[in-house]
């Protein structure tokens, strides 16, 4: 028997596999892959957004119960806990830090009342994965207590005939503080009950996502907002966090650049959502995600849905006003003049 002649066999006398029939294998292995890959990415960002639904339900709710114990809604600005503080920098606390007790977390919410008398925690707050959407980007600094959310601050603080003014129809979550001297404006709060008396609690947005990598650096849950007449007030930090800060206030709305100036050709200049212009655009106040093509969303019944980032200006502006049609508010006189407070929003026209 000519040896040399033999065929390479296996351990068990078998052929090995050819080139060719490797490249097969190959080629449907791959093929499992490619159609295995987009089924994978879809149940991942199934189940941030499931997640992202359920971080919002319950602040919603605990939004709601802090309501029911005190008859008014926490601010996108508030009085420390220990009330009069001696520092102005740290005497106000953001919405997030109202509600901890309602989502009970006393641990937390120990570390402002128990503060020193300028009001400055002691150490750092932690991280709490309710504030925090999944699909948002990680924050560079670790165990940062991100904040992913923002409040409906509605117009915010505007000044009219040389007045600055708050206006509770035009949004949910006030400057419950207010500011004195220089730059003054009164402390303002409005409630679950007013709501419901105005365009209703079903249709007024109460929660939204502010988080997209367009929004850098991430947010912190223990900011100490200061004025929300500075047109700086929503703008992310230009420093990653170090410690308690003064912006950006955790909230979203319709503002412009510049509250003193009344020009605003910015409203339908671009998306509502997720839009790529920066803070001359009124980008800063305006919601912001991850998730392709959403934003998710709460109001102030407490029931969550994705909004689509295709919503148009005059459905947007209807959802953060909380008493438009009643006609006091001041979105279509101060900020908008062709919103139509009377035309009221279809939800197929924002999911």
Wanted: charged letters at 15%; one cysteine or more; proline letters at 9%.
């Amino acid at each position: 028997m000519n040896r040399s002649a033999s065929v390479a066999c296996g351990p068990r006398g078998r052929p090995g596999l050819t080139r060719v029939e490797l490249l097969a294998i190959l080629g449907v292995c791959l093929a499992v892959v490619g159609m295995a890959t987009p089924i994978l990415l879809s149940y991942r960002e199934t189940s941030r957004r499931t997640a992202c639904l359920a971080n919002q339900g319950t602040l919603a709710q605990a939004l709601i119960a802090f309501d029911g114990q005190k008859q008014f809604l926490p601010g996108i600005r508030n009085p420390h806990p220990l009330g009069e503080v001696t520092a102005e920098a740290f005497q106000s606390v953001s919405w997030p830090v109202a509600i901890l007790p309602q989502i009970d977390r006393n641990d937390v919410y120990s570390l402002w009342t128990s503060a020193d008398p300028s009001g400055k925690i002691a150490t750092p707050a932690p991280l709490i994965a309710t504030f925090v959407c999944p699909a948002a980007p990680a924050s560079a600094v670790p165990l940062h207590p991100s904040l992913s959310y923002a409040g409906n601050a509605g117009i915010g603080v505007v000044r009219v005939n040389n007045i600055n003014k708050q206006f509770k129809h035009d949004g949910v979550m006030m400057d419950t503080l207010g500011i004195r001297g220089e730059g003054s404006y009164t402390p303002m709060r409005t409630s679950i009950e007013f709501i419901q008396s105005g365009d209703g609690t079903q249709s007024t947005l109460l929660l939204s996502e502010k988080a997209s990598f367009r929004y850098a650096p991430t947010a912190s849950y223990d900011v100490s907002p200061g004025s929300l007449l500075n047109p700086d007030a929503y703008r992310p930090s230009l420093e990653a966090w170090k410690e308690q800060g003064p912006v950006p206030a955790p909230g979203f709305g319709v503002f412009p650049a510049d509250p003193t100036n009344r020009e605003f050709p910015y409203i339908t200049s671009n998306k509502m959502l997720n839009s790529d212009i920066a803070s001359n655009d009124g980008f800063y106040g305006r919601p912001s995600s991850d998730h392709a093509g959403v934003a998710i969303a709460a109001f102030a019944d407490g029931h969550c849905v994705a909004i689509s980032d295709k919503i148009d200006a005059q459905t947007y502006c209807q959802l953060i006003t909380s008493n438009s049609k009643g006609g006091f508010g001041q979105l279509e006189r101060n900020v908008w003049l062709k919103f139509q407070p009377e035309k009221p929003p279809a939800g197929s026209s924002y999911r």
